[in-house]
Structure formats: structure tokens, C-alpha cells
């Protein structure tokens, strides 16, 4: 036993030094990238609050209730466009979550054949590589005319309901959060197809040889066992619809005003800080910078939200 | 068997902490110093109004065909866009449809030369079926549709004024500009001009808060919204309507006739004002029988100094070659060429211009 761990002993020999300085510098290569993140989105925060403060200072909480937007008196509110904002991002998520995840449910089972299943995803993925420009484009030529009738016949049989009590014109919140839906549902797709491929097959083929059909297996034990990955998905793709601008501020119709109706046209913050950013000076560019602090505020709470449901869910499942 | 365990270090994190944060810091000073490279061609870079933006990049796009070492490029970002690009320094030139106001003119050090180029006619164009060009709109009655108080195309207000015009009675969509435009501050100076109630609900300006409608992004946007949505009328420049096709409004003037916009109507109008020394004029509401009442002068700005002699010499000899040469396309796009009288006071203007 001796011999053998003395020959043991002579081969394992000290590490080389440039190893050893090689480890160290990627050590450090990984840290200043850790820390350059962190100092991006400090460096981002303060330099928007520096601009925001004479806005801080003269409108102060007011700014977030208020409703008018009014550049010639110098009165500016952000309210309508924080409504504008959340709810053209709920519509998107109601309408991409779903279909997000059956395609993601269909692409990791095996309904259809591989071949077809390969296409598929390839596709999926490439829905996210097309500019957010040329979504606008096709929203205010393709999308909005085809939403037209379905506007008018909410209008004409659920007018008495306030979501859709104004008569529609075509842009407007509907439309925004239709392409906001296609926009984020190849982000929803992926990940969710990834965490559910991801749920070791010991889960599955232990609920089949438990008897469960194949239904109750994708609902009862792989979704939840997938349910971080989905959900980090889905806040993926919430923020991606809370930030986006181009195509938004092509089709929600650019209006200032609050209106509960979906068929009426409104704003979000993203729009609105594009539309008049490069032109305005003064107490009007620090309340644009405001409002983009706002928007970074509501990130971080619906992402602050999403780890907690997530925590939450673990360890209901984990007792 | 005795296994030689290694004495454990004091973590070394501390000093890679430390390490990392000069690293990180010396990366970034180092990325905040410009380089700059120098083209043997001339390069000016403009931003401003949508307005003329067909006109401007033909004008250059035909001078860089003549001489290729010369490129000007032209932004179309907006009036507002331009006006602050330009104070800040970002660009070589400016373009507004409404001229600098005098604070904004004491904020540019180098001094500003205003140059009016061309001018063209804001016009009404609208969509409903079967729409023709020629409806007639009254002050009132525009003041009244802007206000949100005549909401359907067969209200009174216009149907008395088109006679013989089958006017739908589907509700008036109004399409207004999205971001600062210099359209929206000529239109919006003339329905101050027009209606009390404008000018004490909304005023005037670059950017307003509009009573109704929606925003279309540049001129351009505007008029594909009209184009789009059924019912719809907004204010667009003359081109922007004429390329789109999109059927126009005559319109009230001062002296109660109504106008169609043509090169002739626009051109009365601007005769009936006066270009004053500092080429800034608006030309709100004008008299005279036969001129349009929305005609506005659009205005290049220059510096009075600029620190690269090429630069400066480029751009007079592009100005007056634009003025001179380039009028031909005044005519071909639809923009009004400049009076007599106004050329030779730009041309004495353009030759301030200081390196």
C-alpha cells in the first residue's frame, strides 16, 4: 500500500506557475466583468437621475398621477402613459403566455416528428430576429387593418363595457399589444422549451409507470418542476414588452390622454420618451428622463415580483 | 499514509478586488478619448424638419453626382430635433420650418445665420370614400374639428360650406404630428391666430398637448395615417400629400375666399410679407385675395463661424448652387421656389458665412 500511494504521491507534482498565473487571470478577467455589469447599471441609474432631478424637484409625486402631458405650459404628468405601459405589456403576456407555452409543450414532447419539430424552432427563433422596426411596419400596413373588423365587432356587441367603449380608429392599445405579443412570444418559446427539455426524464418516466396519462404528466409534474425556467421566460419577454419602442410607438396611435378603452389610442412611456426626446430642452427633456426612471422602477418591482412568485412556488412544491 | 495537506492562503480576493477596479477604470478613461479621422472629402452633416426633407436630399444627392468628394447628408428628425442638434454643436446645420426664436439663437455661440431655402404649403388632406380634393373648410369649422367640437364629416358646420359633396356620417379622426415639428408650430401659430379658444386651450408650439386625435411620427407618418385610417384629416406638407395622393382641403383665408394650395396661391402669400434683415418672418394668416393662408418660409441655420475653413466654403458653394442650379427641383418636388427679392437678400446672407 505504501508503494502505491508513494507512486501516487511522485506523479501528482505542483502545478505549474503559468497555470497557476493563468487561473488568476481568468479569475480576474470574470470579476471585472461581474463588476463592470453591476457598474453599467449603476453608471445608467445615476447619470437618468441626474438629468431627471430638476423634474424630481418640481413635479415630484405628483407626476405620476397626473394626466396631462403638456409641453407649451410646461405641465407634465406621466400617469396615462404608466397605464399605457402595464397594460399593453398584460395584454401581450395574456396573449403570448398561453400560445408560448402550448408551442413550447408541443416542441419538447413528441406529438409531431422530429423533423417537423426542428423546423419549427428554428423558425420560432428566428420570429425574435426580425427588427423591431419592421414589426411597426407591418403592424400599421398588415396588422391593423386586419384588426379593423375585430375592433369594430367588440365595438358594436361589448361597446357597453368601458374596455371597449370608443369607436375604433385602427392604432391604438389593442394593436400595440398584439405585436407586443408576437414580439415576445419566441422569448417565452424558448426558455420554456429549454427548462421543460431540461426536467430530467427520471420525473417523466416515473409519472408514466405511476399510470398518469400523458396530459396529467405535462401538467402536474413537468410544468411545475419546469416553473423557474418559465417563469424567468416570462419575465424575460414582460420586459422586453415594458421597454419596447419602436414598434409600439408606430401603432398605439400616440395619444396623450388617459382612456380605459383598448380600442382607443394611447401611449407608453417608451413611445413617448422616443417620440420627443431628440427635441426637447429643459424641464421637458428632465420630465422625459423622469419618466424613463419610472419605467426602470416598474422593471425592477414586476421583476422583483417574479422572484418572489418563483420562490414561492419552489417551496410549495419542494414540501 | 500521511497526505501533505497545502497551508491554506489568505484569500486573495481583496487584491484582485482592487486590481479589477483600476483595470475596469482605465478601460473606460481610455474609451472616452474621441479619435477622429480625417476624410480627404468634404463631409456636412444637417438635421432638422421633415418638411423639406424630399427637397434637401435631392439637392445634395444631385450635387454629390456632380462632385463626388462632397457629401452632404441630411437628417429628417424633426424641427425640434434639428434646432438642438444644431445649438448643441452635434451637426453642421439645422433645419427648422419655424425660425429660431431669439433665446434659442443667444444659446449658439458661434453665432447663426437663418436661411430661408424654400417654403411650401401646409395643407389639410383627408379619407373618407369617395373623398375628392376641393373641400371646402372654413376657419371656423377647422378650429372646431381640431377642438374636438365637430366630430362627424356630415356635421352642419361642413356640410353647409360643400354643397354638392356626399359627406359620410362617420366620425373625424384627427392625425397630428407625434413628435416637436416646426409643421405643427406654423399650423398651430394660425389656429391661435384664428380661434381664441386655441389660442387659451392649446397655444402654439413645436410639440402641444392636443385636444383629440392621434400621432403619426414625421410628415411622412401623418400622411400614411390618413391614408390608413377611414374618416381621418391632418395637416401635412404639400409633398408628403401629393406623393401619398391623398385628396386636400382649400381652405379660408383672411380675406374670406377659399383657397386651393398651388405654387401661385403660396407665392401671393409670401409676397404680402416683407423678408426683414434676420430673413425671419411667419407668415401667419396673410392677406390678400388669393393667398393660402398656411404657407411657411422653411429656413436653413447655419453658424456665422465655423472652425474648418474647407467646411465652410463647402457648404456656400452647396447653398448657392442649390439656390441657383437646384431651383429646378423646387418645381418638380412641389416646393415654392424663392421671390426674386428674397434670393438676392439669402445670397448676401449666405456670404457671412465665416471660416
Known amino acids: ?319 | 499514509m500521511r497526505t501533505q495537506l497545502r497551508p491554506i492562503r489568505r484569500s486573495p480576493f481583496r487584491q484582485i478586488f482592487f486590481i479589477s477596479l483600476v483595470l475596469l477604470s482605465l478601460v473606460v478613461t481610455s474609451c472616452m478619448g474621441s479619435s477622429n479621422a480625417k476624410d480627404a472629402n468634404v463631409t456636412i452633416i444637417g438635421s432638422g424638419g421633415t418638411f423639406p426633407a424630399p427637397l434637401y436630399q435631392r439637392w445634395f444627392s444631385e450635387y454629390n453626382k456632380q462632385k463626388p468628394n462632397i457629401q452632404v447628408s441630411y437628417q429628417a428628425v424633426g424641427s425640434g430635433a434639428g434646432v438642438e442638434q444644431f445649438t448643441t454643436g452635434t451637426v453642421d446645420f439645422g433645419a427648422s420650418d419655424t425660425a429660431m426664436k431669439d433665446e434659442e439663437i443667444k444659446k449658439v455661440k458661434q453665432g447663426v445665420i437663418m436661411l430661408p431655402m424654400t417654403a411650401g404649403n401646409i395643407v389639410l388632406a383627408y379619407h373618407f370614400p369617395n373623398a375628392k380634393s376641393g373641400l371646402q373648410l372654413s376657419r371656423q369649422a377647422l378650429a372646431d374639428i381640431f377642438l374636438g367640437k365637430v366630430k362627424t364629416w356630415n356635421d352642419p358646420a361642413i356640410a353647409k360650406l360643400n354643397p354638392g359633396v356626399d359627406l359620410p356620417d362617420s366620425p373625424i379622426t384627427v392625425i397630428h404630428r407625434s413628435e416637436g415639428s416646426g409643421t405643427t408650430d406654423v399650423f398651430t401659430k394660425f389656429l391661435s391666430k384664428i380661434s381664441p379658444e386655441w389660442k387659451e386651450q392649446v397655444g402654439e408650439g413645436k410639440a402641444v398637448s392636443w385636444v383629440v386625435g392621434l400621432g403619426g411620427k414625421g410628415n411622412a407618418g401623418v400622411a400614411a395615417q390618413i391614408q390608413q385610417i377611414d374618416g381621418a384629416i391632418g395637416y401635412v406638407e404639400y409633398v408628403y400629400a401629393r406623393e401619398a395622393k391623398i385628396p386636400i382641403a382649400k381652405l379660408e383665408n383672411k380675406a374670406g375666399k377659399y383657397i386651393e394650395p398651388t405654387t401661385e396661391s403660396a407665392t401671393k402669400a409670401l409676397d404680402t410679407a416683407k423678408l426683414p434683415e434676420n430673413l425671419r418672418v411667419f407668415i401667419t394668416d396673410p392677406d390678400g385675395e388669393e393667398s393660402y393662408p398656411l404657407v411657411t418660409y422653411t429656413w436653413m441655420m447655419v453658424y456665422k463661424k465655423y472652425d474648418d475653413a474647407t467646411k465652410a466654403n463647402t457648404l456656400k458653394e452647396v447653398l448657392n448652387w442649390a439656390l441657383t442650379d437646384g431651383r429646378k427641383f423646387n418645381e418638380e418636388l412641389g416646393y415654392i421656389p424663392l421671390p426674386p427679392e428674397a434670393l438676392a437678400k439669402v445670397k448676401k446672407a449666405i456670404n457671412q458665412i465665416q471660416a
Open chain 1, 1 to 319: 500500500m505504501t508503494a502505491a500511494t508513494s507512486d501516487a504521491q511522485a506523479e501528482i507534482q505542483p502545478r505549474s506557475t503559468t497555470e497557476i498565473s493563468l487561473d488568476k487571470g481568468f479569475s480576474w478577467i470574470t470579476f471585472v466583468s461581474a463588476i463592470g455589469v453591476a457598474a453599467i447599471l449603476a453608471w445608467i441609474t445615476i447619470v437618468v437621475g441626474i438629468q431627471a432631478f430638476p423634474a424630481l424637484q418640481q413635479f415630484g409625486a405628483k407626476f405620476l398621477i397626473t394626466a396631462t402631458w403638456n409641453p407649451v405650459k410646461d405641465d407634465f404628468g406621466v400617469f396615462p402613459m404608466m397605464y399605457g405601459t402595464l397594460v399593453s405589456s398584460l395584454i401581450a403576456l395574456l396573449i403570448a403566455v398561453p400560445i408560448g407555452l402550448a408551442c413550447a409543450i408541443v416542441l419538447s414532447e413528441n406529438f409531431l416528428p422530429r423533423s417537423v419539430r426542428r423546423v419549427s424552432v428554428f423558425l420560432m427563433e428566428l420570429l425574435a430576429a426580425i427588427p423591431s422596426i419592421v414589426y411597426g411596419f407591418w403592424g400599421i400596413f398588415v396588422l391593423i387593418p386586419f384588426l379593423r373588423p375585430i375592433e369594430a365587432w367588440l365595438h358594436q356587441y361589448f361597446g357597453w363595457l368601458p374596455l371597449f367603449s370608443t369607436i375604433p380608429v385602427g392604432p391604438g392599445m389593442l394593436a400595440a399589444g398584439v405585436i407586443l405579443a408576437i414580439m415576445i412570444l419566441p422569448i417565452i418559446t424558448a426558455l420554456s422549451r429549454d427548462s421543460l427539455a431540461a426536467v430530467p426524464s427520471d420525473l417523466r418516466l416515473g409519472a408514466y409507470s405511476i399510470g398518469s396519462t400523458r396530459w396529467q404528466t405535462i401538467f402536474s409534474v413537468l410544468i411545475p418542476a419546469a416553473f423557474s425556467g418559465i417563469v424567468a421566460g416570462i419575465m424575460l419577454a414582460l420586459g422586453r414588452a415594458l421597454g419596447e419602442t419602436m414598434a409600439v410607438t408606430l401603432v398605439i396611435g400616440n395619444n396623450n390622454d388617459l382612456n380605459f378603452s383598448l380600442i382607443a389610442p394611447a401611449n407608453t412611456i417608451a413611445s413617448l420618451i422616443v417620440s420627443q426626446f431628440s427635441e426637447s430642452t429643459g424641464i421637458q427633456k428632465s420630465a422625459l428622463m423622469y419618466a424613463g426612471l419610472v419605467l426602470f422602477l416598474i422593471t425592477l418591482i414586476v421583476n422583483i415580483f417574479a422572484q418572489l412568485i418563483v420562490r414561492r412556488v419552489n417551496q410549495y412544491s419542494s414540501k
